[in-house]
């Protein structure tokens, strides 16, 4: 597979001067298979550039609505007492860069780009409700998806093979959600962003685990009715059973 990666890159590498084009960039996959037994992936990007340069790759998951909950005491208790609403939360997200993403972008930029975790555009559909509460929300977001491996805690490596040849390795972990995801390569050249490039993934369940899925989805009743069945079937098949002992 490495070898075949690189071949192709060389070929990118080759044909990138000829279509004038400063950065061209391309997955080794652009479908993860999700089966019964997945323990998650690694997502490996390739490319080249017409010259020197720094890249950064961005992994960005399907973004959904997410509620983040405050606990607080209650008569000795502890229950939810606040919630906050993030409209679109990415369900995952990674970097990797040839260098400290502090060194190659300025504050302004990384946050125009949302380059780094501390710079993904977080907001609840209202910020100006409760503004001086996001930070403190936003910090449990990103804490309970860094703890899940949703988030990366640190940026990976963009590895230059020579001096336009590239590549980057971006892990999936086994939580992660279905759905299209967004690949985005950035040049990089004395602090500014040259060209950016995006590049679809697709990350989706197949075989037996996808059917009960769907099933699970479009049948819910039907489903729930078979669950409940099948949990009875074996409590009655577990009381047979210790009544013989």
């Known amino acids: 597979m490495k070898l075949l990666v690189l071949a192709i890159a060389l070929l990118l590498i080759h044909a ?4 004038a084009q400063p950065l061209v960039a391309d997955l080794s996959q652009h479908l993860v298979a999700i089966t019964a037994g997945f323990t998650g ?4 990007m390739f490319g080249a550039t017409d010259g ?8 960005t998951g399907p973004p959904k609505p997410t509620i983040v909950r405050r606990k607080g005491r209650l008569a000795g208790i502890w229950v939810n007492r606040e919630s906050m609403l993030f409209a679109d939360a990415p369900t995952f997200y990674g970097v990797a860069s040839s260098k400290p993403i502090n060194e190659i972008l300025s504050p302004q930029q990384l946050d125009r780009h949302q380059v780094g975790v501390d710079h993904i555009r977080l907001l609840p559909p209202n910020p100006e409700a409760r503004r001086d509460d996001i930070p403190e929300f936003r910090e449990a977001l990103v804490r309970a998806r860094q703890r899940d491996g949703l988030y990366a805690s640190e940026p990976g490596k963009v590895t230059f093979l020579g001096e336009r040849l590239f590549r980057a390795r971006v892990v999936l972990p086994a939580k992660v959600t279905t759905g299209p995801y967004r690949v985005q390569v950035l040049l990089v050249r004395e602090g500014q962003v040259v060209t950016v490039q995006t590049t679809p993934l697709l990350v989706s369940k197949i075989g037996f685990s996808a059917d009960v899925f769907d099933f699970a989805h479009q049948e819910s009743a039907f489903y729930g009715l078979i669950a409940i069945l099948i949990a009875a079937a074996a409590g009655w098949t577990a009381a047979a059973a210790f009544r013989r002992i």
């Open 16 to 19: 990138a001067p000829s279509r």
């Open 41 to 44: 992936a690694d997502i490996v």
């Open 52 to 59: 020197p340069g720094d890249v950064v790759v961005v992994v």
